[in-house]
């Protein structure tokens, strides 16, 4: 590596560049993480960007940004958003998951700051033209036993607290490694906190939410109790090989509307990442093949044309209520468009909703023949 003088250095950072890596790169790239970065490893996970620091031609940093993490309390906390709302927005977060500076620290003591502040600017706009879809805030994980997390500092993140100090080993198991690391963050959009915690996003944004709905976090006998409430409607569905019965049907599409599924296609969706033992709960049926299988999003639709849809909202209202009374405090207006439910001249079906703010769930639902 090329040797530099401190004293040229404000001449110097002026002529670093940053640009996106290209795919030729990627092996040296990934061997440069993995000889010199203190984890030795160049995995990444999800949707990655690497991006590559140049000082007349010679690479003096780079930099790789990738999926946030899942699950972190402190970042939670700063966001102040629902376990809903982080399912559904986390994508808008971006984890700075390496960055290795080249040279000798003491050559050029803001050149990290310098190549990782330049990254920062242009990170949004790389990740919707390479993924979809714009990123609000950027986290990273400082080990303060090595480094003291100053460049991160003079590149306005902010220190928010220390992980919890453990590492996945496989998909549901975490390992307590003891070596818990400071978490830093920083909104790359103007009051990104604020938009991430709103019960709606802006119109730029809503749209990268629509189909990801959030986590069911209600336990087994809760999901029974409001089967139970559905199998004393009047049953509509009848027939030789029906595999769904009515109150199975009515209880997923119950549950997947509070983690905001807003059509029958997302219903599907969402019931497909329910828990064997979720959709036991729910009254699904094993199949031949021994499992339990959520509905389809025709299924959904041919229940819901023969249904009552008040006695449906009042089921779910008296279930919700005992689920956690407190929840009626805070009522909000709202409405909806439920996409598919074609009625009165193929026009879909808009909703007057309940919305409780503490659970950020619906209680009731009115339907309406045109807006005022």
């Known amino acids: 590596m090329k040797k530099y003088s401190f004293a040229d250095e404000p001449k110097l950072l002026k002529r670093v560049t940053v640009r996106l890596m290209l795919d030729a790169e990627k092996p040296r790239f990934d061997m440069l993480l993995k000889t010199k970065h203190y984890l030795a490893s160049a995995h990444m996970a999800g949707q990655t960007l690497r991006y590559v620091a140049e000082l007349d031609g010679e690479w003096v940093a780079i930099a790789s940004f990738s999926a946030a993490a899942l699950h972190l309390k402190a970042r939670e906390q700063w966001i102040g958003w629902s376990a809903r709302q982080r399912a559904r927005r986390l994508g808008l977060i971006v984890n700075n998951s390496r960055y290795l500076v080249l040279p000798d620290r003491q050559q050029l003591p803001n050149l990290a700051s310098r190549a990782l502040g330049m990254c920062l600017r242009r990170i949004s706009r790389d990740w919707q033209d390479k993924w979809g879809h714009p990123v609000l805030a950027v986290e990273s994980f400082v080990d303060e036993t090595r480094y003291r997390g100053i460049c991160y500092k003079a590149c306005g993140f902010e220190a928010v607290g220390e992980t919890a100090g453990y590492s996945r080993s496989s998909r549901d198991f975490y390992e307590k490694h003891g070596a818990p690391k400071q978490l830093y963050l920083r909104e790359l959009r103007k009051s990104a906190r604020s938009i991430l915690s709103q019960p709606k996003l802006p119109k730029d944004l809503a749209q ?14 809760s999901l029974g109790n409001l089967v139970d409430r559905f199998r004393q409607l009047k049953r509509t569905r009848r027939g030789h090989g029906m595999q769904h019965s009515q109150s ?10 509070m983690m905001g599924s807003d059509g029958y296609k997302a219903m599907e969706d969402t019931c497909k990442k329910f828990t064997q033992r979720q959709l036991k709960a729910l009254g699904s049926k094993r199949q031949e093949d021994g ?11 041919r229940v819901f044309t023969k249904i009552d ?8 209202a008296g279930w919700l209520s005992e689920q956690d009374i407190s929840c009626l405090e805070r009522i909000a207006i709202d409405g909806k468009v439920l996409c598919g439910s074609n009625r009165e001249k193929s026009k879909p079906l808009q909703l007057l909703s309940a919305v409780t703010h503490r659970l950020r769930v619906t209680l009731a639902q009115q339907p309406i023949k045109k807006k005022q």
């Open 208 to 221: 990268h939410e629509k189909n990801i709905a959030g986590p069911c976090s209600l336990r087994a006998p």
């Open 309 to 316: 849809v008040k006695t449906f909202d009042d089921i779910i």
């Open 291 to 301: 499992k339990y299988h959520a509905p389809s999003s025709s299924t959904f639709f």
């Open 248 to 257: 199975f049907v009515m209880a997923c599409a119950s549950v997947t509307v």
